[in-house]
């Protein structure tokens, strides 16, 4: 495969950095350009539709502001309720291509604590609280979640092999 020429919809460097990681995991060469672009959605989407909606968004913009992209893709962090009512961190990574070829895929979810359920209910940002959180306690386990909720890694390169593979491989699929 020659290398691939990725439009990436953001510019924020963790992104890029995971993306990079996940193209070199999976054996891929490519050429990645960052674009700002706006998802279109909420600041913090609370559901999963409006979550893949925001990738998508991402993913056309990206594409239709570098020419020279083979594809463009969108990453989006938003939230769920359960079955319990109860939100769930998730990503989607949307990839289209010039050939109109769209391949969304959602991560893994995580149940979020109490603390960061409280401050969905009330409408707050989720982002502005997490270092509180890491206050509360120097327990390991609760550094960990708060981590993880802070970088948000785990999602977001989740998200990113589901939809790299089946769009680099979509014969299989």
Not at 16 to 29: A, P, R, Y
Not at 31 to 45: L, T
Not at 109 to 114: A, I, S, T
Request: hydrophobic share 35%.
């Amino acid at each position: 495969m020659e290398k691939l020429i990725i439009a990436l919809g953001t510019t924020y460097k963790q992104k890029i950095d995971f993306l990079k990681e996940v193209l070199n995991e999976i054996g891929v060469k490519a050429k990645i350009i960052p674009v700002k672009v706006e998802s279109g959605v909420s600041s913090q989407p609370l559901i999963s539709k409006e979550t893949k909606q925001g990738s998508i968004n991402r993913a056309k913009k990206a594409l239709e502001n570098i020419e020279d992209a083979d594809c463009g893709i969108g990453i989006e962090i938003g939230y769920q309720k359960n079955n319990e009512g109860k939100y769930e961190m998730l990503c989607w990574t949307t990839i289209i291509d010039k050939k109109d070829i769209q391949i969304s895929a959602k991560s893994h979810q995580f149940l979020l604590p109490v603390f960061h359920q409280d401050i969905l209910k009330e409408n707050k940002y989720l982002g502005d609280y997490v270092r509180e959180y890491l206050k509360t306690s120097n327990d390991k386990i609760i550094q960990e979640i708060g981590i993880i909720i802070r970088d948000r890694k785990p999602f977001i390169t989740n998200a990113l092999h589901n939809a790299l593979i089946r769009y680099l491989k979509k014969e299989e699929f």
